[in-house]
């Protein structure tokens, strides 16, 4: 019983300091964006996912957003199950309004019955229900971009499109990146 007995409080020094994840702590994840890599209007500082029992919510914080000037947000949503499907999530402004749209990537758009997406003064904020991926009860990972509307017409040169390098007169803003493939690590499912 001796032998136990430096195993236990080594084990209960390290939960005492918080060393271990909870899983409250491993169903959220903070993403951190460099600050003036784009327009101050589209600029990330921050990405927030939760992924809860029944909702996976992606907060995109942009301290100086101004809504006349944004022409959309894209999410792109991963599953870490077989096959990782992937999502996609869009709210663009057009002709007539805000147009969202929900949609597994290689496949047609699809219906989202509780689907959310807000625009606020500090923050865009993306609440997707668990059954519109597929009822899942895995972990998530994403990629998001915000863009301005001269973006979204394509009136910018087109070295910005093909080929955006960060700065503060860029008009998307995305994390990790604004282009390329890559996305967050992945965030638990609580």
Request: charged residues 25%; contains cysteine.
């Given at each position: ?23 409250a ?8 964006d ?7 209007a ?14 996976v ?24 199950v077989?096959?990782?499907p992937?999502?996609?999530?869009s709210?663009v402004?057009?002709?007539?309004g805000?147009?969202?749209?929900w949609?597994q ?15 606020r003064?500090r923050?865009v ?7 519109c ?10 990629q ?17 499109l ?12 995305g ?6 493939a ?6 638990a499912?609580?």
């Amino acid at each position: 019983m001796r032998r136990l007995a430096p195993v236990g409080a080594a084990v209960a020094l390290v939960l005492a300091t918080g060393l271990l994840a909870s899983p409250a702590d491993a169903a959220a994840r903070t993403v951190r964006d460099q600050r003036g890599d784009a327009l101050s209007a589209v600029d990330i500082t921050s990405l927030r996912v939760r992924n809860a029992e029944h909702r996976v919510r992606v907060t995109i914080r942009v301290p100086r957003l101004e809504r006349r000037r944004v022409g959309g947000v894209t999410v792109f949503l991963g599953r870490k199950v077989a096959g990782r499907p992937e999502y996609a999530a869009s709210k663009v402004r057009r002709a007539g309004g805000w147009k969202t749209t929900w949609q597994q990537l290689d496949a047609s758009r699809l219906r989202c019955s509780g689907m959310r997406f807000r625009i606020r003064p500090r923050s865009v904020v993306l609440s997707v229900p668990q059954r519109c991926l597929g009822d899942n009860r895995a972990a998530v990972r994403v990629q998001v971009a915000v863009f301005t509307r001269a973006y979204l017409h394509g009136n910018v040169p087109e070295e910005v499109l093909i080929d955006p390098k960060p700065g503060p007169r860029l008009p998307i803003d995305g994390v990790p990146k604004a282009r390329g493939a890559r996305m967050t690590p992945w965030v638990a499912y609580r």
